[in-house]
């Protein structure tokens, strides 16, 4: 016999979980002392349960494993529901486990009582109360299998305290040995054979391509074949981007030249394309047909309703359409290679940009040189993180990981966090607004304290930065986005993190550097001069690239 708590932890084991992220509540406190005793899995206590769930998520990015979280009943879980929308949305396998008073009888009223399980619904694949420990062995085999099987996200596990302090004499399950399916034959041969047949294809690089290890099957595709590519926010680093056939990412939503480059097709392999991402190109009857390869099929929707898909493994996909296909003499890149070129010189505009406060094209060309090849930025929201999708390339996969699904303000640093305990001897720099820093600033507690080695870079306007942009881009006064902000070094060094201000265009470079080289958590206030914005990503890049 084992008491309930226990046999979760030992399931928790068979599963291969090494942490737990989270804040707990009394309800919690049996699962906290099973916790205790495991040899396999540590606690990592944060300071607020949103940034426990973007780390957990963070560690299901990258690994492919469920990254799991813990929080209290009531308030602890509604801080988790950000984090699950995060995951959900994101494509990130992650488990919620969250505490709940007796279920057999009453011990305080309603007081702290939600209904966690319902109120998770919507933000997860599957929520569950468990009303039985001998239920925990297959519902927590299950919440697994449904958070990792493709599209991987969300689940929610609710241990109420009487049923974790049952007693059970059953055992954990162990996972199934399973591999994803394939797709079948005739799919790939119908895709050879528009492949073959367009004139000019093009590949667009997407979220699910970031997740399975595509890269090198796609690359070989990109460099066997010459065709050029593209990537989306998500897609970013799958292949690298300072490739002679990159032809941009699609930062913006139109009207930039990977725009142009995408028009130029009549054919679009869409790669792991997921509809939670902005669309990084728009269908319209008549125009370039599109082959949808991915895990899953298309989510139709009025902009994206591809006529031919490949269903399956996207690597195995990738790889047999590869096999099959030939070179084609009529294929004509012409087009896309002149956008190229302007795409390029455009890209470079403003790298080494003198005035200060800094331009936010020289922010992401400076860190492009600081950071090594293998380097991993974590971005929050803000308008920033249209410039590094936009500018800075990313050479290897899962290198830039920024949230275009939910896009929730708040994960730079957890994520950042989550990447240095997952690639430990990795340089890891976080890149957030004041605005978004300032929504999860308390987990520097957290990053000291577990003695991470990150740099957490604040591109500082006072403001809300990105609303102000849209603001000015819609017409409308400037008006209710401004604020003031702590002095961000001397709030560094109160947490025994360390503290540094740019003072200078110049100075960023070696600071950063500076910073890389020496362990410990930096903290880089910089400010940072938006005022070009609306001028260049509104009007300057469209006028530009609609005039090749
Ligand atoms: C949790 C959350 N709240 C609000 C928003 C809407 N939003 C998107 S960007 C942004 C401003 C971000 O400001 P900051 O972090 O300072 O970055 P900046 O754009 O100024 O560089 C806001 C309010 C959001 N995406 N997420
Ligand atoms: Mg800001």
């Known amino acids: 016999m084992a008491k309930a708590s226990d046999l979760f932890i030992e399931a928790l084991e068979a599963e291969g979980v090494e942490y737990i992220f989270g804040i707990p509540g009394e309800e919690n406190l049996d699962f906290l002392d099973s916790l205790s005793r495991s040899k396999k899995i540590k606690l990592i206590l944060t300071r607020h349960e949103q940034a426990a769930g973007f780390m957990a998520s963070t560690y299901g990015r990258f690994t492919g494993k469920t990254g799991v979280c813990l929080s ?8 988790l529901v950000t984090a699950a929308a995060y995951a959900q949305l994101g494509g990130m396998p992650m488990m919620m486990i969250t505490g709940q008073k007796p279920i057999k009888k009453s011990k305080q009223g309603r007081f702290q009582i939600l209904d966690v399980v319902d109120m998770m619904g919507p933000v997860t694949k599957y929520t569950h109360q468990l009303v039985a420990a001998d239920n925990i062995p297959s519902k927590v085999r299950e919440a697994f299998r449904i958070a990792e099987e493709e599209k991987p996200g969300a689940v929610h596990l609710e241990l109420p305290e009487d049923i974790a302090d049952e007693e059970s004499d059953l055992r954990p399950i162990p996972a199934s040995l399973s591999r994803r399916p394939v797709a079948e034959k005739k799919a790939i041969a119908a895709a050879v054979c528009e492949i073959e047949q367009a004139k ?3 590949l667009v690089i997407g979220a699910g391509a970031n997740r399975k290890q595509t890269s090198l099957v796609l690359s070989e595709l990109v460099n066997d074949f010459g065709i050029p590519f593209v990537t989306t926010q998500l897609g970013k680093g799958v292949i690298d981007e300072n490739h002679a056939l990159f032809m941009g990412n699609a930062a913006l939503s139109a009207g930039d030249f990977v725009h142009r480059a995408i028009e130029a097709a009549d054919l679009i392999l869409n790669v792991g394309h997921d509809v939670i991402e902005k669309p990084p190109f728009f269908m319209k009857n008549g125009g370039a047909k599109v082959l949808h390869i991915s895990f899953n099929t298309a ?6 309703f591809p006529q031919i898909e490949v269903i399956g493994d996207i690597a195995n996909s990738i790889w047999r359409i590869k096999d099959q296909m030939t070179i084609q003499h009529h294929w004509d890149f012409s087009r896309m290679m002149l956008v190229k070129s302007h795409h390029d010189k455009n890209i470079s505009k403003g790298a080494t940009d003198s005035r200060f406060p800094v331009y936010p094209q020289r922010a992401v060309a400076d860190v492009r040189i600081a950071m090594p090849d293998d380097g991993i930025i974590c971005l929050d929201n803000g308008v920033y993180k249209i410039w590094f999708a936009r500018n800075y390339r990313a050479s290897k996969e899962n290198t830039v990981l920024l949230d275009n699904a939910l896009a929730s303000m708040g994960a730079g640093l957890p994520s950042a966090m989550a990447a240095h305990m997952v690639h430990p001897d990795r340089k890891v720099m976080a890149i957030c607004g004041d605005g978004g820093f300032m929504m999860n600033s308390q987990e520097l507690e957290t990053a000291v304290r577990l003695n991470m080695n990150i740099v957490v870079l604040i ?10 942009w849209k603001q000015a881009n819609m017409g409308f006064k400037d008006w209710g986005l401004q604020y003031n902000n702590p002095d961000f070094v001397k709030y560094a060094d109160s947490y025994g993190a360390i503290g540094h201000r ?5 100075g960023l470079l070696p600071l950063l550097k500076e910073c890389l080289d020496t362990p410990g958590v930096h903290l880089v206030d910089c400010s940072v001069d938006y005022s070009e914005n609306d001028e260049i990503l509104n009007h300057a890049i469209q006028k530009l690239s609609a005039s090749i």
């Not at 209290?72 to 801080?79: E, M």
């Not at 591109?459 to 102000?468: A, F, P, V």
């Open 299 to 304: 989510e139709v929707d009025p902009v994206y």
């Open 459 to 468: 591109l500082n306007d006072n403001s809300y930065g990105m609303i102000r």
């Open 72 to 79: 209290t009943l009531g308030p602890g879980a509604t801080n």
């Open 200 to 202: 000019s294809p093009i």
């Open 502 to 506: 740019v003072e200078s265009a110049e």
